[in-house]
Nanobody, 121 residues
């Protein structure tokens, strides 16, 4: 069973940067590289929303993240990253890592426990 552990969250001032990491493990019958990896976030009172995703060599971003955030993965380290620059107070949320893949019509999904990001002066 795939397990995901996020790290790198914290308190940062507006305009600052943070780099989130998500370390994956538990690939008994699969490999990290076979999973689409993504970052979601959930602010208080709001629904969880997609921030960025990477599948193979392709990336996509929410409009709110485009140009400020960069998602990347290191398949050798079973880790996905989210570099967040020019942070804004509205980026405050719990950030979650998600791994997903579809095999033979069956969808496999794993979520991390989340890491808090607070942007405030």
């Amino acid at each position: 069973q795939v397990q995901l552990v996020e790290s790198g969250g914290g308190l940062v001032q507006p305009g600052g940067s943070l780099r989130l990491s998500c370390a994956a493990s538990g690939f008994a019958f699969s490999t990290f590289s076979s999973y689409a990896m993504s970052w979601y976030r959930q602010a208080p009172g709001k629904e969880r929303e997609l921030v960025a995703a990477v599948t193979g060599g392709r990336t996509n971003y929410a409009d709110s993240a485009e140009g400020r955030f960069t998602i990347s993965r290191d398949n050798a380290k079973n880790t996905v990253y989210l570099q967040m620059n020019r942070l804004k107070p509205e980026d405050t949320a719990v950030y979650y890592c998600k791994a997903g893949r579809v095999v033979g019509g069956t969808t496999y999904i794993a979520w991390g426990q989340g890491t808090q990001v607070t942007v405030s002066s």
